[in-house]
């Protein structure tokens, strides 16, 4: 038996034949991401339940310079969990939730917990939880957590990172790290959790967290605003944020073609407004209240006096809040209806995202005539989704072949306006090469000295990030 053969049969005996999928049928779902962009090897599906086993697990691969892939809902986008060779280490069967403490306002939960699991825990214990993203029926929060997940509301409660006040990681030696603080004070020293939370997977595995509760909000508003160019749409946000500050959970953007796309194709999907125009913002405020929907209206009202917005519809129930939130939920499902598309997750300082918007759309009309560019995402945030569909009729192979080439123009540009050619998918494989023309020396020397001493056999998720680099 060779010393790969022996390590994986020590694995099997280590998890039982519930942690363990062998068989190629079996391992398939594990293998790609729902993108398609790749498809990955691995010598086993291994799940273990606890974090011993984890820990036993990643002992024996240290040992015999096997592989580790740590993945968990399998949601992501830049090919972070895809394995090539070695294990793949799956956390959904790590799914307790251990304590909610309400007092305290935290929750600790095991990585393979899924987010809308979550979410509904913290609600159930007059709580919330506030983590928020298209995916979070099937994303589990480890892997919110290693990949730093943003979403929709990160305005005004920060990312995955700003979430969590302790950790449990399995190191790439196979020792458990127990950071499972509760406190929301303790300056000792490095912080310690922030080393793992976006390394996705190379640093360590994290199998548990103490994650941030909110007190739930009482009241709720939230509107669809419709303005005639984005410098608008940005002096609205700017006053919401001005006289709504703590209470302005989301504004999101989303241009006309985007609208068109998610009313077309994806059922139930409704344009509430009578009129079309070219941009629209997403409004939610949440908050203690009560009037916050007489506040909005306000601001709105004025707004639209000032000449600032065309229209704005405000949701009068919950399930019309839902039905605003659908369609812009809706829009990367309905971009699949029209062909190709060539996806980035850019931010710019929030001041400059008309310029961003205006500047590379532009740029790749002039570069591919009849190329339909749908910009959407976080504008409070600085954070857009400047994903672009094939020209209608064009071959779709032969458009999506262009991917690096519009990346590299639309990435220069982010960073020439100060911004980022990732703003909340990652690295993963998609974005390696970005990573290296974009960071300074100084900061990938930073990395590759993180990650060869934490991780000196390179077992832990190799060939993501700056690992090979
Ligand atoms: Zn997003």
């Known amino acids: ?6 390590a994986l049969k020590a694995i099997r005996d280590a998890v039982g034949t519930k942690g363990w999928i062998g068989d190629g049928d079996g391992m398939e779902p594990y293998l790609g991401e729902e993108r398609g962009l790749y498809h990955g090897t691995c010598a086993a599906v291994v799940r273990p339940a606890a974090t011993e086993e984890v820990a036993k697990v ?9 592989a580790v892939v740590p993945q968990g809902g399998n949601t992501g986008l830049v090919g972070g969990g895809v394995p090539d060779g070695g294990i793949l280490l ?16 935290t929750m600790t939960a095991e ?8 979410r509904a825990a913290a609600d159930e214990a007059g709580c919330s939880f506030p983590l928020s993203l298209g995916a979070e029926g099937s994303c589990r929060i480890g892997g919110n957590l290693a990949t730093n997940a943003g979403g929709s509301g990160v305005l005004r409660y920060g990312a995955a990172r700003d979430l969590a006040l302790g950790l449990e990681v399995v190191l790439p030696d196979g020792r458990v790290w127990d950071g499972l603080g509760r406190l929301r004070k303790d300056n000792t020293g490095y912080d310690l959790k922030q080393l793992f939370i976006g390394a996705e997977g190379t640093l360590g595995i994290i199998t548990a967290a103490v994650l941030k509760l909110f007190p739930r909000p009482q009241d709720r508003a939230t509107a669809l605003a419709a303005a005639t160019n984005l410098e608008k749409l940005l002096e609205l946000f700017s006053r ?3 006289s709504r500050g703590g209470s302005l959970v989301a504004f999101e953007v989303m241009s006309r073609i985007c609208v ?6 994806v059922a139930g999907v409704i344009d509430p407004l009578r009129a079309k125009y070219p941009y629209y913002g997403l409004i939610e405020l949440a908050g203690s209240g009560p009037g916050l929907g007489d506040a909005l209206e306000t601001v709105l009202g004025a707004a639209f006096d000032d000449g600032l917005l065309d229209d704005a519809v405000i949701a009068t129930s919950g399930a ?30 929030v001041s400059k995202v008309p310029e961003f918007i205006a500047r590379a759309t532009a740029m790749v009309e002039r570069e591919l005539p009849g190329i339909r560019a749908c910009a959407f995402g976080h504008l409070g945030d600085g954070n857009i989704h400047f994903n672009l569909s094939q020209p209608v009729g064009m071959d779709k192979q032969a458009f999506l072949g262009k991917w690096r080439h519009f990346n590299r123009l639309v990435h220069d540009l982010a960073m020439d306006m100060e911004g980022s050619f990732s703003a909340e998918h990652g690295i993963g494989k998609l974005k390696r090469e970005d990573l290296v023309r974009y960071k300074s020396e100084v900061e990938l020397d930073l990395m590759r000295t993180l990650k060869t001493a934490l991780d000196p056999k390179g077992i832990m998720n190799p060939g993501k990030v700056v690992d090979g680099f």
């Open 90 to 105: 799956s956390t959904v069967r790590l799914n307790r939730i251990r304590e909610i403490d309400a007092g305290n306002l």
């Open 260 to 265: 068109d796309f998610a009313t077309e194709h």
């Open 1 to 6: 038996m060779s010393g790969a053969d022996k």
């Open 320 to 349: 019309q809040a839902r039905q605003l939130w659908r369609l812009r939920e809706a829009i990367p499902e309905a971009q699949k209806h029209e062909g190709g598309s060539i996806k980035h997750d850019i931010a710019v300082p």
């Open 240 to 242: 919401v944020h001005e």
């Open 58 to 66: 990643v002992e024996i691969c240290s040992h015999a310079g096997l």
């Open 111 to 118: 990585a393979g917990v899924v987010l809308a699991d979550i």
